[in-house]
């Protein structure tokens, strides 16, 4: 059962093909579609790694899995990934506006007593 926030059956399929396999040395890996909706609600909510809901699994799993993709480089490459079928399906506007407002003072607003500008 999907909760808000949780991926969809389409994010999923998108996602699954491009994380790592278990290497089988350290066990079987829980898994990932859970371990990842465990770290999207976490980043959505704030909430302490202990605190995170039993239906993601063990906190301390989504917390290691967490960082262990941070590390190696795997949230780069899906982001990466992401963003390339994105910007081929023209679903991303690359302009960018930038506010250059500058703001003054008057002259005499910022002096204070004993210290001129």
């Known amino acids: 059962m999907l909760s808000r926030g949780d991926l969809t059956d389409a994010e999923w399929a998108v996602l699954e093909p491009l994380l790592p396999v278990s290497n089988n040395r350290c066990g079987r890996w829980r898994d990932h579609r859970q371990v990842i909706n465990g770290i999207i609600h976490r980043l959505g909510t704030r909430v302490q790694w202990r605190e995170l809901p039993e239906r993601f699994g063990p906190w301390k799993t989504v917390h290691k899995r967490h960082l262990l993709w941070s590390a190696d ?24 506006n930038v506010d250059s407002t500058v703001v003054r003072v008057h002259q005499h607003a910022v002096q204070s007593r004993g210290h001129p500008v």
């Open 73 to 96: 480089g795997t949230w780069d490459g899906l982001l990466q990934h992401v963003q390339a079928v994105a910007d081929a399906e023209g679903d991303i506007d690359w302009n960018i």
